[in-house]
């Protein structure tokens, strides 16, 4: 049972999508049934796997590194928890705000593909199918930050279209060398027979060209362009998944996949993404300082988190990738809840622009504490989540003696807090403008979301040390130890 | 290596062609042009001169076999990413009409009514 399980939850999503499809030309309202069904199947099978030993699933029989093989280790563990975590929010949210689009059946089966094609991309023992889930969660992203086909949407999505396939075929590059040089794609295999990375000058351009394309799919500074554009433009739940799981699964986890699992964490790449993580946290908070469109403001805050995230990878030491690791889980809960906030509000007012709005705690009660919520969560106060991982990353660089990155991440919290007051001041306090007299609260499923993912930023923070221990280490122990991976894929050593 | 260094130049085409060009029909173009040289790419690594298909045959001997048939895993990887490729190519062309239909035009330096 432990086994069948991780194809399941590929499989599951994938054949909801078909069948929404399918049904749906009957039935419009079919996905608002089958889609958050689809999803906490998976949520379920995740759950299980996070109790089950580290192991791997050989497809059809063929043994690695012939066959292909889907494997289960810490951080895939980790991973699956916050991808089908936040996605089962994101759908119950969409019950009721996808419901004035037309065409809804097509948003939820787009929904569930991206679903399944990251549950693969964080399963794949190899990297060709690596590159496939990717472009699979992908495509349904692209689509789905067009859903609304306005112009704007449409530009956004484009710009994202072609930025995100370049990046796409030059991950497919990079795999193609990495073949060339070892003769197969299965990430244990290469691990092996790859030796030291820093001596082939043809794997020093292949992990050239991962970073790029694994960087721009994370939105890190200099390849953020495409980020503040397309994460606003997507429908609020969309906008969640994209911001809080999709960069990610496919950057930031494909990221620490190569280069620690595969390539064996070779120093001068470490430092590469802790100093492009922290470039991208200091960018990224400047930018997001003088916006006044919610939902641009939070785009830009996703670019700078994941920066802190980088940072706390690229420090290399089992302390930093905690911390980066606990970072990322706590970012997938605060900067959805934000984003489906931020829907809520444009939902009831009809604007994102934070001039326009104004005294909003009194009308929308449930919504407000959810921004107050998340907005303490990512400015880094305590007791919340987002205040332990930020102390933790900027200590675990201190104790690895980068002060100067240490120092900025000090103060990219400081711009984060003062630009989380400026969303707190003119959204929720001051006097409610006359238009919005009449406002009302959101409906049950938007503030279940809102409530439970508030809920979750809260406990997380206060019982961070527990989570540590049974989610972050592991994670770590997996990043870190390369030929224990390598021994349990190929089955060799011990 | 003349392969390999035309393929480069193919690529470098396509990634001059979807900076340089301003029209969106031409900005897909060379999108494609690059999914196709880096598909090139993969068939020239697996790729031997005079070699045959790799299909063995009953009787035949595997050790010379595996010396003179060409290697079959990037054909199946190119057959996959041909797909994929398909598929972005379509979203694309979807996504030109309907900005067409939006902005009556398809220039990409006038479609730019997103700020900040």
């Known amino acids: 049972m432990g086994n069948i399980a991780m194809p399941l939850t590929v499989a599951i999503p994938m054949l909801f999508a078909v069948l929404i499809l399918i049904t749906g030309k009957f039935w419009r309202g079919v996905g608002s049934y089958l889609g958050p069904l689809a999803v906490f199947i998976p949520l379920y099978l995740s759950f299980f796997l996070l109790g089950v030993k580290d192991t791997t699933y050989i497809m059809g029989g063929w043994i690695p590194p012939i066959g292909i093989v889907m494997v289960l280790d810490g951080l895939s563990k980790l991973m699956l928890i916050i991808i089908n975590g936040i996605a089962f929010f994101s759908i119950i949210y969409a019950i009721s705000y996808m419901s004035k689009y037309t065409a809804q059946f097509k948003f939820y089966a787009l929904f569930l593909l991206m679903v399944a094609g990251m549950n693969g991309v964080v399963l794949s023992g190899d990297l060709f199918n690596l590159f496939v889930f990717l472009e699979i969660a992908s495509l349904a992203s692209y689509a789905l930050v067009g859903f609304g086909v306005e112009s704007e949407e449409l530009e956004a999505g484009f710009k994202y279209l072609i930025l995100g396939s370049v990046a796409s075929i030059v991950i497919l590059f990079a795999v193609a060398i990495v073949y060339n040089i070892t003769g197969t794609v299965n990430m244990a295999d290469v691990a092996n027979t790859i030796g030291n990375p820093m001596l082939n000058k043809a794997v020093i351009f292949a992990l050239g060209l991962f970073i790029f394309g694994f960087s721009l799919k994370a939105g890190l500074v200099p390849f953020h362009a495409w980020l503040p554009d397309a994460h606003p433009s997507a429908p609020a739940p969309v906008s969640a998944m994209l911001s809080g799981v999709l960069i990610k699964a496919l950057g930031i986890y494909a990221l620490i996949r190569v280069t620690f699992s595969v390539m064996g964490a070779p120093t001068e790449i470490l430092s590469i993404i802790m100093w492009l993580g922290v470039v991208s946290a200091l960018v990224g908070v400047l930018l997001a300082l003088g916006q006044y469109d919610l939902k641009r403001l939070l785009a830009y805050h996703s670019i700078s988190q994941m920066g802190y995230v980088a940072l706390g990878i690229g420090l290399g030491t089992p302390e930093g990738i905690a911390a980066g690791l606990f970072h990322m889980f706590n970012h997938a809960t605060f900067k959805s809840l934000l984003f489906l906030d931020a829907g809520s509000f444009e939902q009831s007012t009809g604007t994102r622009d934070l001039r326009q709005m104004g005294g909003l705690m009194k009308k929308l009660p449930i919504t407000s504490i959810g921004t107050i919520a998340g907005s303490v969560s990512i400015s880094g106060l305590p007791p919340f989540n987002g205040f332990w991982s930020k102390i933790l990353i900027i200590a675990a660089a201190l104790a690895s003696t980068q002060y100067l990155a240490a120092a900025i991440a000090t103060f990219v919290a400081f711009g984060t807090l003062a630009s989380f007051v400026k969303v707190m001041r003119f959204s929720i306090i001051g006097p409610l403008p006359k238009i919005y007299q009449n406002l009302k609260e959101s409906p049950f499923s938007m503030t279940f979301s809102l409530l439970a993912l508030s809920i979750i930023c809260l406990i997380s923070g206060l019982f961070y040390i527990f989570l540590m221990d049974s989610l972050f280490y592991p994670a770590t122990n997996a990043i870190l130890k390369q030929s224990a991976y390598i021994s349990m894929v190929l089955g060799i050593g011990g | ?116």
């Open chain 2, 1 to 116: 290596m003349l392969l390999y260094i035309l393929d480069m130049l193919v690529f470098g085409l396509g990634i001059y062609c979807l900076i340089a060009k301003r029209h969106l029909i031409k900005k897909i173009i060379g999108m494609v042009i690059i999914e196709y040289s880096v598909n090139l790419f993969l068939i020239l690594v697996g790729y031997r001169i005079n070699g045959i298909a790799p299909i063995l045959s009953p009787g035949e001997n595997p050790i010379v076999f595996s010396q003179v048939a060409v290697d079959p895993l990037p054909q199946a990887l190119v057959l996959t990413s041909i797909v994929i490729g398909l598929g972005t190519l379509a979203l694309m062309s979807a996504y030109s009409i309907k900005l067409y239909e939006k902005y009556r035009t398809f220039d990409m330096s006038e479609i730019n009514r997103l700020k900040g």
